[in-house]
Each structure stands twice: as C-alpha cells, then as structure tokens.
C-alpha cells in the first residue's frame, strides 16, 4: 500500500509577516501512524499544519493528498482508509478536543491514536481567525483488544490535561452506553412522533427514559398507543402561569443526559436549567434570530418574507436565544397562505430536530464564543 501525502504548514510562533509558507508530499508504502510522524516533525521545529488532505483508496495502495492555506485560520480535512486489518475486527471511536490553540496538538492527537494501533478515518480541525482556541473532531478505527475502553479514556483525559482542554470527549458508539434522554411536548405532535419513528428505526444512539407533557393525550392515541406498546413511560403534567410543574419534572429526568424540547410551549426557568445543569436542546418553528416567541409563521407570513425555516438551539434563560446548532429553510411566495406556511414549517422542524439531536450526539456540536457553535 502507498502513501501520497501533501501539506502546507505555518510557523506561528513569529508575527504573521515572518511567517513562511511550505507544502509537503509524501508517497509511501501504507503504514500506522505516518500522519503523527509528519504532524510531530512539522511540529517539533515550530511549524503548524494549515490544512491537510489524506487519501488512501480502498483496497489500493496508493495515497493522495493536497493542503491549502488561509492566513491565521487553519482548517484540517484528512480521510484515511485502514486496509491492513479485517473490518469486523475493528471499533468506530470518536474523539473532539476543544482548548487553547498551541503548536503540536495535531501531532499529540495523532500520536495518541496512532501508538495504540488507531487510523485516523476523517479529521476536522477549526482554528478561528485572530482567536486563540482549537476545536477539532476525529473518527478513528481501533482494535478494542489493543486499545481497551478504560486504557483510552486515560490517554484522553492526559490529551485533556496537557492542553488544559476546556471540552474533550472520546465516545465509542459500539461499546458506550447510548444517550439517555427525556422529551418535552405540548400538544402538537409532528416532532415527537418524528423522533420516536427515529428512535423506532435505530437512526438515533438514544433511549427515551420519559415523554413530559402538559396536554394530556388520549388513551387510544397513536402516540398513546406506541409509547405503550414500546414501554416508554408518559407523564401528564397540567401547568399554569403560576405552576410550571419545574420540581416534578426535575425529579423525572434526574438521570438523563439531556433533554429534547419537541415544541414544549413553556419557558423554562434560570432555576431549571441551574438545577438541571445539562443541555436542553429546543426546536422553535422560525428562522432565528428573526420571528421569536410565539406564532413566528404567522409573523413570517405577515412580513412577506421568500424564505421560512426552522431552528434547533440550546436553551437558555432568554426566549429562543441560545445558541444556534442547525436550521433548515425553505422557499415561499406571494402563492403560500398562512396555512402552507404553517405546513412547511412544521416539515423543516422534524428534519431539524432530527438532525441537531444526530450532530449532538455524534460529538460535532462544541460551544464558540458566548452564544455560538462550532458544528463539524
């Protein structure tokens, strides 16, 4: 198997007008860890990779790659394709590191994955213009014999520590445990149902510990009936101005990992989500920041716009202004009435709930700024 690689690289360690730019190819015989031994030379004389392209084909043992530079942000692609082992041999890990930006991470993240017998399958690195912080995501293949669960959660927490991470995570879909979670829902049903089809059909690495909801549902119900029929347990909780019913559903999600709000019309309070402590992910039928609060088609509608969409975002303590995870739009015109908005909108909902709660929970999801995403 051969190798082609090609990299541009950066000294930051001098102010921008110092800096030189170089492009490095390779093309080798395939091996474990080539990509750690050029990111650690790069490295070690103060250098910084730009942006690298890795291609390995399948079953062939060639290698192309190709790097392109952007003046102080640094973006990494790389695919690799490892061929050397059998497949059913080999576990899918996942790991994003988030801390101060600083020369050589890429070579240590590589060199970790690679001194266990890893391969890299597709990295991304984000490196934000005039900003010193690193954000990058990397799936990678393994052989959980060489690499046991236990022995790479340590090599991550040292990853974590030598760059004082503010977030690192490593998740390994096969073995860990999945989400477990609990969906708040009104009366309108199109997202929950949409997401317990997707949890049906195995398209979400989730268990749904509860459905909380202040509309009750009838007994024969459809949704009534599968949530039975699945054992997934349904609370009724009637709320008012002055009751939320915050302490109770406290109680019931308590062992969550996060919570779903399937178009929940309550606010929820500072002091629950203090307590709660966790991520709340919301889907509000608008294209924030535009159309907050309630009835955004009827707004939307009533601005005459060309395009609506839906939003998925954290929730915080004010009304649809946390930060943004996806939004999906699409187009109208003068054609639509208040009725086809309503009916796109709740089409672009189910679509972008699905897809925040995939992103989440596949670690592409990291905190930028004060109220932004970085989402790989």
């Known amino acids: 198997m051969r190798r082609i690689l090609k990299a541009r690289f950066f000294n930051t360690l001098s102010s921008p007008p110092l800096l030189s730019h170089g492009i ?7 091996s474990v860890g080539i990509v750690a031994k050029i990111s650690e030379c790069i490295a070690s004389r103060g250098g910084n990779i730009m942006e690298a392209d890795v291609f390995v084909p399948q079953n062939k043992n060639v290698f192309y790659s190709r790097r392109k530079k952007e003046a102080m942000r640094r973006i990494l692609k790389a695919r690799f394709f490892n061929t050397l082992s059998s497949p059913p041999l080999l576990s899918h890990g996942i790991h994003v590191l988030y801390c101060p930006d600083s020369v ?25 213009q005039n900003k010193n912080v690193f954000y990058s995501r990397s799936e990678f293949v393994f052989d959980p014999i060489k690499w046991p669960r236990a022995q790479m959660d340590e090599d991550v927490l040292n990853l974590s520590k030598m760059f004082n991470a503010r977030k690192s995570a490593v998740r390994v879909p096969s073995i860990d445990p999945k989400y477990k979670i609990a969906v708040l829902v009104s009366k309108q049903d199109h997202c929950l149902v949409d997401l317990l089809l997707a949890w049906q059909d195995g398209k979400l690495p989730i268990d749904i510990n509860a459905i909380i909801s202040n509309h009750d549902r009838l007994p024969n119900s459809h949704v009534a009936r599968f949530l039975e029929r699945h054992e997934i347990p349904y609370h009724y909780l009637s709320t008012t101005k002055e009751n939320k019913r915050e302490d109770e ?34 889907i509000h039928h608008g294209l924030l920041p535009s159309f907050k609060g309630g009835n955004p088609s009827r ?16 929730v915080t303590e004010e009304l649809d ?7 999906m739009v699409e187009r109208v015109s003068h ?24 992103s989440y929970c596949d670690l592409r999801v990291l905190p930028y700024e004060d109220n932004r995403t970085v989402v790989f």
Request: net charge neutral.
């Open 24 to 30: 490095h190819v390779l093309y080798c015989p395939d």
């Open 104 to 128: 050589g991470i890429v070579a240590k993240i590589s060199e970790c994955i690679a001194s266990r017998g890893g391969n890299i399958m597709e990295a991304d690195v984000f490196v934000p």
């Open 335 to 358: 054609k639509d009435n208040l009725l086809s908005f309503v009916q796109k909108s709740e089409n672009l909902e189910k679509q972008c709930l699905f897809k925040a709660i995939k």
């Open 249 to 282: 559903i406290l109680h019931l999600v308590q062992d969550t990992d996060f919570l779903v709000l399937a178009r929940y019309m309550q606010v929820l309070s500072k002091s629950f989500l203090n307590t709660y402590s966790k991520d709340v992910i919301n």
């Open 321 to 327: 202004d946390g930060p943004i995870i996806e939004q």
């Open 299 to 314: 707004q939307a509608f009533n601005a005459g716009v060309k395009l609506i969409g839906a939003t998925s975002h954290f």
